[in-house]
């Protein structure tokens, strides 16, 4: 799987959550939620430090955005897009099958 993040949403992710020495952007697993690849189960997004990384975006101002291995499971072949909403001041997040 592979993950890219636009430049506009690298941003809002550095301004809202911070950076805190030696974490990235944790892309992973929540339970009770809905996304469009998993019933049941919903993307979780919180700063923290990486163990065993299954993929990765590195961003040019430096910002790690990576899903844990133990996580890949959750986007079921899909990559992940992440991009910068102008009309709800957010990111958001489509999953893309690979051709």
Known sequence: MQITVD???VTWF?????RPDGTGIRFGVQIYGNSPVQNGFA???EPDKPVEIGAQF???????????????WFF?????????NEELHE???QYVKPQ
Do not use: I, K, T, W
């Open 7 to 9: 430049s506009r949403a």
């Open 43 to 45: 993307l979780a997004v």
């Open 91 to 93: 990111p958001s997040y």
């Open 14 to 18: 550095s301004e809202e959550m911070g």
């Open 58 to 72: 590195q961003a040019d101002n430096g910002l790690l955005f990576y899903v844990e291995a133990a996580d890949v």
């Open 76 to 84: 079921d072949g899909h990559d992940l897009q992440v991009q910068y």
